[in-house]
């Protein structure tokens, strides 16, 4: 039997009966002929790539590219408890995959941003996309929130879209992608970013209802160097003297590591990582 030819929009009109009807709006707007059949062709090739694909890293690193196409080279995915206000891992979730700059990922957590950050804010009363500036001026956000905006931009991320992802029984999730300059998203590029963020959230759903632990391989060379000195017998305290980050930190990469491993306490994970060979006390 022949298969159907894929488009972003015939792709995305068998999305949409399986999410929330925040995106039902984008399968009806118009485009030029030339940019949508651009947009199709693209968008295409990512939706056929990702879904050889079968872990959410190597997902994480295709949309990552695929962002590319619109000048975007930083790009952050985060799933949120429904009663907490900033991320929160969730055992057994990818939850929170960035390719962010490494002094501005670990200051934002070190500081605890992702309590006050305007964007996760204003995503969870919000259903479609959003340009950053449009929090920034936002009458409710306050000066600490447009403080974590500006310092971003100190760090390169100095402009930005949020994607909000809504689910069932109040799951949410926030995708960002942000440029290193100063300009504001075109409608257009918005949507073909929204799109690729609502395939990855269902694929990564996906991965998350299939399997329960991610491997090892996963683990990223600094959660490899805080899990290490755990096994060592150090402290979180000790791990940040030793690797010159901060506590919180460590914590934060700590916690990834009893995510991934599906354990319940740094021992286990302790176990799980020595028993899998990722490293050697």
Known sequence: MERRRTTAVTEFQ??????????????????????REAFAAEFARFLDQADGIGKPKQLFDLLSDFALNFDCPWVAYGSLAPDRKGLKLVRGDPAVMLNYPDEW?????????????????RSRRR?????????????????????????AATFGLRSGISVPLHGPEGSFAIMNFAQP????????????????????????????????VESTSNLSSREKECILWTARGKSSWEIGKILGISVNT???????????????????AVVEVLKRGTIEV
């Open 181 to 212: 300059w100063d300009g504001e998203f075109r409608n257009r590029t918005i949507t073909y970013l929204q799109l690729a963020a609502l395939h990855f959230h269902l694929r990564v759903t996906e991965f998350t209802n299939s399997t329960g």
């Open 105 to 121: 990922r670990e200051r934002y957590f070190e500081m605890g941003y992702d309590k006050i950050d305007p964007t996760i804010k």
């Open 14 to 35: 068998a999305l949409s009966p399986r999410v929330s009807d925040q995106f039902c709006l984008l399968s009806r707007m118009n485009f030029p002929k030339a940019a």
């Open 250 to 268: 460590v914590n934060f990469h700590i916690k990834n590591v009893m995510r991934k491993m599906d354990a319940n306490s740094r021992i286990t």
């Open 127 to 151: 259903i479609e996309a959003f340009r950053w500036s449009e929090a920034y001026n936002d009458e409710s956000t306050t000066e600490d929130g447009r403080r974590v905006l500006d310092e």
